[in-house]
């Protein structure tokens, strides 16, 4: 049996045609995309007199070393409206651009991408490797020969909003503060509470998710200067498990919190959803 048609559908009122393309356009992303950690977004850079902190006195002072986010893979979304017609295009171009979507590789098709924005979407640290890589690297750049034995200046990266995994999260179990040394900014961790094989993996006009597990939050009390539970949660749940090793992480976190004058942290448990 072949495929249906409304043979109707362009006879109708343009008001309504463009109603129901306005129903079939894919939403923005409810939940935040996932964009996976790799090495070699340290660089340095030199500042330039349109930076505000370029010193026209002592060009020695105007070294940088940033974390450049834009140098990760991008995210694909995959828009169909856009090729369907011109009438869908014109429905389909307000949200492509609302998103900041562009075209990918095949303009003829209807596949977009998006760079990471690190107000909006995760940091993902998909394995206990790439996690240890996010933290060591730009520790051991700053002794590479370029680097060596100059004045250095590292600005806080804009990284406000971490993903890891199970697995990352057990390495870090005794030094779970670590990943405020080089992410003065990090205010929020999401745990991944399953590992897809292919998360890592670039999929053409597809991307990861972060979608919520539980409702419950474990959150940062600065007046009383402890980690606390935000929501119900059972211990005898299926999440009860990590749930424990979200407390044991935190145990020794107080100090650095404190230290770095912390108002807001939280973590939440999430699925990963390919989309």
């Given at each position: 049996?072949?495929?249906?048609?409304?043979?109707?559908?362009?006879?109708?009122?343009?008001?309504?045609?463009?109603?129901?393309?306005?129903?079939?356009?894919?939403?923005?992303?409810?939940?935040?995309?996932?964009?996976?950690?790799?090495?070699?977004?340290?660089?340095?850079?030199?500042?330039?007199?349109?930076?505000?902190?370029?010193?026209?006195?002592?060009?020695?002072?105007?070294?940088?070393?940033?974390?450049?986010?834009?140098?990760?893979?991008?995210?694909?979304?995959?828009?169909?409206?856009?090729?369907?017609?011109?009438?869908?295009?014109?429905?389909?171009?307000p949200?492509?651009?609302?998103?900041?979507?562009?075209?990918?590789?095949?303009?003829?098709s209807?596949?977009?991408?998006?760079?990471?924005?690190?107000?909006?979407?995760?940091?993902?640290?998909?394995t206990?490797?790439?996690?240890?890589?996010?933290?060591?690297?730009?520790?051991?750049?700053?002794?590479?020969?370029?680097?060596?034995?100059?004045?250095?200046?590292?600005?806080?990266?804009?990284?406000?909003?971490?993903?890891?995994?199970?697995?990352?999260?057990?390495?870090?179990?005794?030094?779970?503060?670590?990943?405020?040394?080089?992410?003065?900014?990090?205010?929020?961790?999401?745990?991944v509470?399953?590992?897809?094989?292919?998360?890592?993996?670039?999929?053409?006009g597809?991307h990861?998710?972060?979608?919520?597990?539980?409702?419950?939050?474990?959150?940062?009390d600065?007046?009383?200067?402890?980690?606390?539970?935000?929501?119900?949660?059972?211990?005898?749940?299926?999440?009860r498990?990590?749930?424990?090793?979200?407390?044991?992480?935190?145990?020794?976190?107080?100090?650095?919190?404190?230290?770095?004058?912390?108002d807001?942290?939280?973590?939440?448990?999430?699925?990963?959803?390919?989309?």
């Amino acid at each position: 049996m072949g495929p249906a048609y409304f043979t109707w559908f362009p006879q109708l009122p343009v008001e309504i045609r463009l109603q129901i393309w306005q129903l079939a356009l894919e939403p923005e992303a409810p939940s935040p995309v996932l964009f996976c950690f790799k090495e070699g977004c340290w660089k340095p850079r030199y500042l330039t007199r349109s930076d505000p902190e370029f010193n026209c006195n002592d060009d020695e002072l105007n070294l940088v070393f940033e974390f450049r986010h834009e140098l990760l893979d991008q995210a694909g979304f995959t828009v169909p409206l856009f090729s369907v017609s011109r009438e869908a295009r014109s429905v389909a171009l307000p949200c492509i651009l609302s998103q900041e979507l562009r075209r990918g590789q095949d303009t003829a098709s209807c596949i977009f991408v998006r760079r990471y924005d690190p107000w909006r979407d995760l940091l993902l640290l998909p394995t206990p490797a790439i996690l240890r890589a996010f933290l060591v690297e730009p520790i051991e750049r700053l002794f590479e020969p370029d680097l060596d034995q100059k004045y250095v200046n590292c600005p806080h990266p804009l990284i406000s909003r971490l993903a890891i995994t199970l697995s990352g999260l057990a390495s870090l179990e005794t030094c779970f503060f670590g990943l405020w040394e080089n992410c003065h900014l990090l205010e929020m961790v999401y745990v991944v509470i399953e590992e897809p094989e292919d998360m890592q993996e670039r999929q053409e006009g597809h991307h990861w998710e972060a979608v919520s597990a539980h409702d419950a939050v474990y959150v940062w009390d600065a007046s009383q200067r402890r980690m606390t539970w935000c929501g119900e949660h059972k211990r005898d749940e299926p999440l009860r498990e990590v749930f424990a090793q979200m407390e044991r992480c935190t145990e020794g976190l107080v100090m650095k919190l404190v230290e770095l004058g912390k108002d807001r942290f939280e973590m939440r448990v999430v699925h990963a959803v390919p989309r």
